[in-house]
């Protein structure tokens, strides 16, 4: 299939850029700056990579007005897209040319190999592909995907206008919102984590409540949500969480919280609104982390984060030689201090 193009001027108008030089050009794509052809678009958003500005080869670069003034008096090869938010500017942008999701349905929305219970309620124009199954009392909005082998659970609620990629588990009672994006392997309500223990043994609780995701929410693949044991887990609007994510029940991830990928957060946890939580970071159970908070990777959170700010734990790395001196060293670090204690007692007598 080919790629739709596009002219400067096409896209200055749609996404509000400046056009410095030749708006008739037309472009078929985008690329980084070192591997842009003719046809292309680049952007420059880190300054990390400013100095592959002079040797690109793209049609266009999207800049920064500081950076265009910077550059100005130099000669270029490329048209410059100014924009206050060239970052921003390639989000958008990379919409025009993602792959849309094609599923083959033999001329009906519903493929002949799905199974969809009687009682279910599909819009007309809701996709069921093939190997779905679709069980009691479900509902499907408008517009909505379920991709190849997706199994929906009896009850569940999709919205309007989501995604789901092949192979994605919705359990029973499962509300998914509109607009959603769900990535393959993805598990929304398996059962949380919960055992009484008992004489040596463990007494199973019964996971009684549901899973809540809300609009515009998207999970990655083989990301995990346990459904609560009595109230719902709750993904609020907005959420992105990337792969392989752990989320425990009863969980409440706050609106447009970002978490990388590998990161866990055991149960009855609630994440504020507007956080960014980094790749493979963990977070204990029964915390309150407040609104815009940034936890940096690798972090492990044990404490309430009761203000706003950047939490860190862990070391960076270093060479295996240094690494080995400064373990041992905090391993001394008690002695260390029991014995300055001592020395500061005698200095006091």
Known sequence: MSKQTFSLKELASRFDFEIKGDSAIEVSGLATLQSADGSQLSFLANPAYEKYLEGTHAAAVILSPSVYEKISSQEQQYTVLV????????AKLSRLWEAKVSEIV??????????????????????????????????????????????????????????????????????LGSDCIIHSGAVLGSDGFGFAPSEGAWEKIAQLGGVIVEDDVEIGANTAIDRGALDNTVIEQGVKLDNQIQIAHNV???????????????????????????????????????????????????????????????????????????IARLRQLDKMAKRLSALEKIAKN
């Open 83 to 90: 924009h206050s938010n060239p970052y921003l500017a390639y």
């Open 106 to 175: 033999n001329g009906d929305n519903v493929h002949g190999t799905a199974t969809v219970h009687e009682s279910a309620v599909v819009s007309d124009s809701a996709i069921i592909s093939a190997g779905a199954i679709i069980q009691s009392g479900v509902k499907i909005g408008d517009n909505s995907v379920i991709g190849a082998n997706c199994v929906i659970g009896e009850d569940s609620i999709i919205g309007n206008n989501t995604l789901l990629h092949a192979n994605v588990t919705l359990y029973h009672g499962i509300t």
């Open 252 to 326: 409440r991830v706050g609106k447009n919280t970002a978490m990388a990928a590998c990161c866990a957060v055991a149960g009855s946890t609630t994440i504020g609104q507007n956080c960014v939580i980094g790749g493979a970071s963990g977070i204990a159970g029964h915390l309150t982390i407040v609104d815009n908070v940034h936890i940096t990777a690798m972090t492990m959170v044990i404490k309430n984060l009761t203000t706003p700010g950047v939490y860190s734990s862990g070391t960076g790395v270093q060479p295996n030689d240094k690494w080995r001196k400064s």
